[in-house]
């Protein structure tokens, strides 16, 4: 099936989702959750999303999962994937009991996609030590694309993992699936690269940007993905294609912050200081700038580019107003 077809069969069953200049949302792909193993790519980066993650919970953000939280295909036992990254589980089941927490499904955790799946297995946990069940996600339900609605414009913005369309990991995952769950996943550890991945494939990462930029031209819409691991915020004059980046790059982690009105593209890495003491910092990469601005492409694309000097200031100006708020 085509990239437009399949997107916009996606796009006419988007769970909606109301917002407004008062919410808070962080959106998190490919976070790939693993089981601790060699091949668990997530291992080197779970202090860093933890960190985030208490940060966005601590400032009440919602959590959106935009698909691939955990790595399904390689290590298809949930509760190998829970065991191993227990103190990430508690936070996530923090925003799930306060009701922030949005979970999408992507390629490599398709088998969330099925309620029975999500019923037997992220409901709830078997504590070995306790010998008791406890709640893990009671009554979470897991959506294939969000469309968020402003509640005052009316400006959407459609959010899907971005495998739609891509046909080896989409209508044919079941394939990928047996490569990498008998096949790749051993030659993963010496350094074997997975060719059907787009995160992996330069020419077929550009082929999946292009085929869903072409369909956020016909849309006209502002779309959030992740899918591709590259981390994307459109420059003045592009259509508004986001992508969140991933979890499990070397440097650290990335996503997207919506907040106030604004969005941002947002890194979290390791540093260290002199004295040898390691550190977690957030770094802003691209941003602020009002959602309002990516509702229309024929609009961003007659956007000059903004001076240098003029963006700073505003970034400034955007901080103080938050910190402002926090100290009324």
Known sequence: MKTRKRLDEVFNKAYPVPFDDTSKFVFFGDVHRGDDSLSDEFGRNRHIYYHALNYYYQNDFTYVEVGDGDELWE?????????????????????????????????????????????????????????????????LKVHEALLLKHKKTGQEIFVVHGHQGDLINDQLWRISYILIRYVWRFLHIIGV??????????????????????????????IICGHTHRPKFPAAGETSYFNTGCCIH???????????????????????????????????????????????????????????????????????????????
């Open 193 to 222: 690269k997975y060719a059907a991945s787009p995160a992996r494939n330069r020419t077929k990462r550009h082929k999946i940007e292009k085929n869903y930029n072409k369909w956020n031209e016909q849309r006209d819409i502002m």
């Open 75 to 139: 290590h298809p036992n949930y509760e190998h994937i829970r065991s191993a990254h227990v103190s990430v589980f508690e936070l996530l089941k923090a925003f799930h009991r306060t009701g922030r927490l949005v979970m999408l499904f992507g390629n490599h955790n398709m088998q969330i996609r099925d309620p029975n799946y999500v019923r037997a297995h992220l409901y709830h946990i078997y504590d070995e030590y306790l010998d008791v069940k406890e709640d893990l996600f009671p009554d």
């Open 250 to 328: 070397p440097r650290g982690v990335t996503c997207l912050e919506m907040m106030y009105g604004k969005i941002m593209l947002v890194s979290w890495n390791m540093h260290s200081r002199k004295d040898g003491t390691v550190y977690i910092k957030r770094t802003l990469i691209k941003g602020p700038e009002p959602i309002a601005d990516f509702k229309s492409n024929e609009a961003r694309k007659n956007m000059g580019s903004t001076n240098a000097k003029e963006k700073i200031k505003y970034g400034f100006k955007f901080y103080l107003s938050i910190f402002d708020r926090k100290t009324k």
